[in-house]
T-cell receptor, first 114, second 114 residues
């Protein structure tokens, strides 16, 4: 199994541009999570999906952030327009819905907005 | 509500000496507990998990943790630290139901001195 796959690994963009982060969960996992990690705020849960349906997006910082999961094997996190304070590492994780099994994390996307 | 408290934000040990990373949890029911490790510029990796079986759990790279219900603790230990153990460690508790997200601690940074 290739694990959770995120792309791109690194993204540098200018303020005001649209940024799209991508995630492919582990096959058979039906829950997907987007996290953001910064030195100041640590690891924050942005949004999660069960069976492709968004369940809780209360962690999404602003309307500039949106996430979709059109099918069981793909999800996107979009920031439009991007701002320097969005610079962070964004992680995607997947699991079986019964979270007692733990999550498998991707390697993350390091986003830098200049 | 579910919560975890990692009692030390930073622990420093000498190579070859024991490691102890402390974690207390709060849970309204019998929880599942996890330790994750994050090496610099990497994603989070599951180190070990407790899911109501044996209270002493063995994980990868020689780490283990003991679930102590009376003390609401789940401390992580290793008999002898190696330079490669230098990383951030997260204690995690399951959500209030199997369908709610895991709750992450703020992390403990482990430094290993040669």
């Amino acid at each position: 199994d290739a694990g959770v796959i995120q792309s791109p690994r690194h993204e540098v963009t200018e303020m005001g541009q649209e940024v799209t982060l991508r995630c492919k969960p582990i096959s058979g996992h039906n829950s997907l999570f987007w996290y953001r990690q910064t030195m100041m705020r640590g690891l924050e849960l942005l949004i999660y999906f069960n069976n492709n349906v968004p369940i809780d997006d209360s962690g999404m910082p602003e309307d500039r952030f949106s996430a979709k999961m059109p099918n069981a094997s793909f999800s996107t996190l979009k920031i439009q327009p991007s701002e320097p304070r969005d610079s962070a590492v964004y992680f995607c994780a997947s699991s079986l819905t019964r979270g007692n099994y733990g999550y498998t994390f991707g390697s993350g996307t390091r986003l830098t907005v200049v | 509500a579910q919560s975890v408290t990692q009692l030390d934000s930073h622990v420093s040990v000498s190579e070859g000496t024991p490691v102890l990373l402390r974690c207390n949890y709060s849970s309204s029911y019998s929880p599942s507990l996890f330790w994750y490790v994050q090496h610099p510029n990497k994603g989070l990796q599951l180190l070990l998990k407790y899911t109501s079986a044996a209270t002493l759990v063995k994980g990868i790279n020689g780490f283990e943790a003991e679930f102590k219900k009376s003390e609401t603790s789940f401390h992580l230990t290793k008999p002898s630290a190696h330079m490669s153990d230098a990383a951030e460690y997260f204690c995690v508790v399951s959500g209030y139901s199997g369908n709610t997200p895991l709750v992450f601690g703020k992390g403990t940074r482990l430094s290993v001195i040669a």
